[in-house]
């Protein structure tokens, strides 16, 4: 029995597996507490702290890459891993200080090896053809919004018009305020309407259209996503179940039975 079969139960027990996520968010409370006061104080114990877990995740790392060999690297998840224990180890001085604020990226270790995680990012990358399609709606829309409120309204001599809708910048970031409904009514659309007082028409229907049906598209995609994974779980489940046997498999066996029964009542005869 070789090193890797050895290793690989150990590997993909519970056991480590939910030592490796209580590390990661313990590595995640230690990082935190550097931004602190206390972990001012105490900067030192929080550096060797780290110095260990860091040495533990490249530790797995390298039982991971004992277990599969050169399969390691056709896990996508394998990949992620490696490329953020690998930031980890830049250094942290110099030119390259900044590089230790992406320490805390080691937390997004939790999408690799949490199951339920795994099926959310996976949905996430399935429905990102579909979101890309809204998106191209959205920007068309924005487009031809900001082409249109900048033409309407920029051209007032009214400090706020000329700040938010003075160019085709400045517009389509006052849209996307409205669109998220952050301080719209209040903020934007009335004193616009002191001004223009049948904005309105332009706005709600703005409104309804981005904030009500387009962004629920997302909504809509990532789901349909999620179903879809959820289906392609349970069909590789079924996969892996034993085929049921069919009505031949029966008569067949019924078959080499009677057979079987009929060779023992002739050796039985001979033996009389």
């Not at 959205?138 to 938010?164: C, R």
Request: include cysteine.
């Amino acid at each position: 029995m070789n090193l890797s079969t050895t290793l690989k139960p150990f590997v993909e027990s519970r056991f480590f597996q939910n030592f490796i996520i209580a590390l990661i968010l313990f590595n995640a409370v230690t990082l935190g507490l550097e931004t602190t006061d206390f972990g001012q104080r105490y900067i030192g114990i929080l550096y060797v702290i780290d110095l260990i877990v860091l040495c533990i995740f490249t530790l797995e790392l390298g039982l991971k890459f004992i277990v599969y060999r050169f399969d390691f690297f056709k896990g996508g998840w394998n990949w992620f891993d490696f490329i953020i224990v690998t930031i980890s180890w830049m250094p942290a001085s110099g030119a390259w200080s900044v590089l230790r604020a992406f320490r805390i990226l080691r937390v997004l270790r939790l999408f690799s090896v949490v199951p339920q995680m795994r099926r959310v990012i996976g949905a996430l990358g399935h429905s990102l053809p579909g979101m890309a399609s809204v998106v191209g709606v959205l920007g068309i829309i924005f487009y031809v919004s900001a082409v249109l409120v900048t033409k309407l309204f920029g051209t007032h001599e009214d400090p706020n018009m000329q700040a938010w809708f003075g160019s085709i910048g400045d517009s389509a970031y006052t849209l996307f305020q409205v669109m998220t409904l952050e301080s719209w009514s209040m903020g934007i659309v009335r004193p616009t309407m002191e001004i223009f007082p049948w904005s309105w028409m332009f706005f709600v229907p703005f409104i309804i259209i981005t904030s009500f049906a387009v962004l629920n598209l997302f909504i809509g995609i990532i789901v349909d996503a999620m179903q879809i994974m959820h289906e392609e779980e349970d069909k590789a489940n079924l996969k892996a179940l034993p085929t049921p046997a069919t009505q031949e498999d029966v008569l067949m066996l019924k078959k080499q039975i009677e057979q079987l029964s009929e060779l023992l009542q002739q050796q039985q005869k001979g033996k009389d």
